[in-house]
C-alpha cells in the first residue's frame, strides 16, 4: 500500500474500483506526465450518494461530503493509470462542478470537500490551482462533479 493510501486509511477511507464511464469516454488518460481524470461524480458502490441540486434539495454541507466522494473517485482513476499513487508528485489542478439552486452561491466551499481531502492524501503535493462552477445540472442529476490533473514522475 502506497503512504497516499495509509494517510486515506487513517481517514477511514480506501481507494475505490473506478466508477465505470457514463458515456462515451474513459476514466483517465495520461499524457507525458500529466494525468487527466474524467469528471467523477459522487457514486458508491454503483450508486450516487444523492441526487439533485445544492441550496435546494442537498445542503451544502452534504454537498462538501460528496464532493469528498467525488475526489476519492479521481484517486481512484489515477491510481489505475499509474499503479502506485505515490508516483503523483503534484495534484496540478481540480475542477469542481456544483448543480446550484439558482440562489446558491457557495460552490467554493462545497468544492472544498474534494481539496481538503487531496491535500490529507498528498500532503504538501496536494495543494492545487482550482475553479468552482456553478452548473444548471449534471449528470444523472448528481449534485456535484469533480475531476483533477496531477503530475507524475
Known amino acids: 500500500m502506497s503512504a497516499v493510501e495509509d494517510r486515506l486509511a487513517e481517514l477511514g477511507l480506501s481507494v475505490p474500483e473506478v466508477a465505470a464511464p457514463v458515456a462515451a469516454y474513459v476514466p483517465v488518460v495520461q499524457d507525458g506526465d500529466l494525468v487527466y481524470t474524467s469528471g467523477q461524480l459522487p457514486v458508491v458502490d454503483g450508486k450516487l450518494g444523492a441526487t439533485g441540486k445544492v441550496g435546494a434539495e442537498v445542503s451544502p454541507e452534504d454537498a462538501a461530503k460528496l464532493a469528498q466522494t467525488c475526489a476519492l473517485n479521481a484517486i481512484a482513476a489515477v491510481k489505475s493509470q499509474v499503479g502506485d499513487l505515490d508516483k503523483v508528485s503534484r495534484v496540478v ?4 462542478f456544483v448543480a446550484s439552486d439558482p440562489s446558491f452561491t457557495g460552490q467554493p466551499a462545497v468544492i472544498n470537500g474534494a481539496s481538503e481531502l487531496l491535500a490529507k492524501a498528498f500532503c504538501d503535493a496536494g495543494a492545487h ?4 462552477v456553478g452548473v444548471a445540472a449534471l449528470p ?3 449534485p456535484v462533479e469533480v475531476e ?3 503530475s507524475v514522475r
Do not use: E, N, Q, W
Request: charged share 20%; no cysteine; proline share 0%.
Open 93 to 96: 489542478k481540480v475542477v469542481g
Open 140 to 142: 444523472m442529476d448528481a
Open 148 to 150: 483533477i490533473t496531477v
Open 129 to 132: 490551482a482550482r475553479s468552482a
